[in-house]
């Protein structure tokens, strides 16, 4: 008997996907881990009978993350990887076989698996997890506008790491807090700007947090973008300030890394590339506010349209930024 059921987010910035899914079926687990994860080999080392498992999964492009049950043994077999995987035990061990290695990993703890390497897991009975997939080409280019400059991959990742202390559990935590939304309907993963945001935090949380052969590059100061450099993005921000941009698109934009940008701007401008971005929008708000017909006009509309996709945190911002809400500048004056 299977309970399944799927929905689709309509593509934007990013392709958004979330799937609840609950079998008993090998095949059906099977079917859904190779459309969320890998081609793998599913077994149940003490027959069929006991076989059960849950997912409850969100996919944002290159990046997956997916709450995985199983309420028997199940062994996972790959023959070779064609992403980044981390599976993190929240409830009961994993056993692990890869690189040459045999782990043993409990909550707490993450494994971290690259690609081209086959890789065999036993899960055991009554045991949860969340498994973290990040499609090869998007971690590696992302790792390339962190550094400012090609990147050779694959990113030789470690094995195991521990989530209990440093940078990684702060990167534990963001994973949780996204697995967490996967069942809200209202959540801001959904919208466009947020998940954006979301899935490279992801991404470059895991490269700042673990210990890998770039790592050393990444901790080195970074030196300033040039002026120009800055100056580019300034002026592509006051062009479009609505453009959902990201801070790897401003060091596209650039022709600066990421780090070297952030930089930059706090020597030329005196604050972060977003920061900035966020002011200038609060500006053209306040303007359009100002401007607007009240009896047309919502003070939604006029944040959506300027690139605010959390209503409540717009508000609070505009409210620090001039000292009065929104819909008093909307209503004008008494």
Not at 80 to 106: K, M, R, S
Not at 204 to 209: A, P, R, Y
Request: proline share 8%; hydrophobic share 40%.
């Amino acid at each position: 008997m299977v309970d399944a059921h799927f929905r689709t987010v309509t593509p934007s910035v990013v392709t958004r996907a979330t799937a609840s899914f609950s079998s008993v079926d090998i095949d059906d687990t099977r079917s859904l881990l190779a459309r969320f994860y890998h081609p793998l080999a599913v077994a149940a080392p003490e027959g069929p009978d006991g076989f059960e498992f849950h997912a409850d999964v969100i996919q944002l492009g290159p990046l997956t993350v997916g709450h995985l049950g199983f309420g028997a043994p199940v062994t996972l077999v790959a023959s070779e990887l064609e992403a980044y995987h981390i599976t993190i035990p929240t409830t009961g061990q994993l056993h692990v076989w890869y690189a040459g290695l045999e782990i043993t990993a409990d909550p707490g703890s993450a494994v971290l698996y690259g690609p081209g390497k086959p890789v065999y897991t036993l899960h055991a009975a009554n045991s949860a997890e969340l498994d973290v997939k990040i499609e090869q080409p998007a971690l590696e280019a992302e790792l390339a506008a962190l550094l400012g400059r090609p990147v050779t991959g694959p990113i030789d990742l470690p094995a195991v790491v521990d989530l209990r202390s440093g940078p990684a559990r702060s990167w534990g935590t963001l994973v949780r807090m996204l697995r967490a939304e996967i069942g809200h309907p209202a959540s801001l993963v959904r919208q466009p700007l947020i998940a954006e945001h979301l899935r490279r935090s992801v991404l470059s949380g895991l490269l700042l947090s673990v210990p890998h052969r770039y790592t050393e590059e990444l901790n080195a100061p970074a030196p300033a973008g040039p002026p120009r450099a800055v100056q580019r993005v300034i002026d592509a921000i006051q062009d479009e300030p609505e453009r959902p941009f990201t801070v790897a698109d401003l060091a596209r934009i650039a022709g600066v890394s990421v780090r070297s940008l952030q930089e930059g701007f706090r020597r030329s401008v005196g604050c972060a590339p977003m920061t900035y971005l966020q002011q200038v929008r609060l500006a053209r708000a306040h303007e359009s506010l100002r401007r607007e017909d009240p009896s047309r006009a919502t003070v939604a509309a006029v944040a959506h349209r300027w690139g605010f996709a959390h209503l409540g945190r717009f508000a609070s911002a505009y409210r620090n930024r001039f000292g009065v809400c929104p819909s008093e500048t909307l209503r004008g004056p008494a």
